[in-house]
């Protein structure tokens, strides 16, 4: 962790974006409705800081960026000679382009009453097909898809799953919310080799709920 000072930038300019989504539903049965939307987004003059990682990696575009210590003055100034860091500046900047698609899936499914009661499930889940930034202005664009960036991680899959059960008076329900393993960013060094340590792989996060219902009267539940 290196030193940092951060500042505000009177100069920004509002983000922009364009984006567009085309999505068709499907209801191939009284019990059973499927629905599937592709969208498309493209944002501009992306409101960002600059991680230190990414200024340290790119230091011939960024080198203004990391102050160094003076030692002949005492100082803490810019000093190409001494590679001393005394602090590295983070600035909020208008940087480059940002580039995201995906696909919405629901499956909705309700079930005829039966002598076992009523059952349905609905999933609802988002498919990430693209997750990329570029973090300057004409700068290579850099996915983050399934992988930790800097600042963030967009996981390939997340989804909600809900089974219902209805009887009478009594209901249950079991959800699920998922969301899909990623790479970690990993930066520490084996001091042995010098070579950067393996990067961490996040296993799959899987959150189960269960709760039930009973109706006493028509106005309490």
Known sequence: FWPTQRYSNPKLKPERSRQ?????VLQPSKQTMVSVDYWNITKKDLISELGDDVILSHLD???????????????????PEDS???????RKE??????AAGLDVVLDWRGSPTDWGTF????????MLT????????DPYISNLGRFVTN????????TLTLDWEQGAF???????????????NSAIDTDTGQYVAANHVKAYSLWGLSGSWQATKELK
């Open 120 to 127: 349905g499930a609905r999933l609802v889940g988002t498919l």
């Open 94 to 99: 208008n940087r480059g382009s940002q580039k």
């Open 152 to 159: 963030g991680i967009v996981q390939r899959w997340r989804h």
């Open 131 to 138: 997750s990329k930034e570029q973090t300057g202005s004409g």
């Open 61 to 79: 575009k960024y080198e203004n960026l990391v102050h160094r210590y003076n030692e002949d003055e005492g100082l803490c100034d810019y000093d």
């Open 84 to 90: 001393s860091i005394c602090y590295i500046e983070l």
């Open 20 to 24: 567009f989504s085309l999505g068709m």
């Open 171 to 185: 209901g249950a329900s079991l959800s699920n919310t998922y969301l899909s393993g990623y790479t970690d960013q």
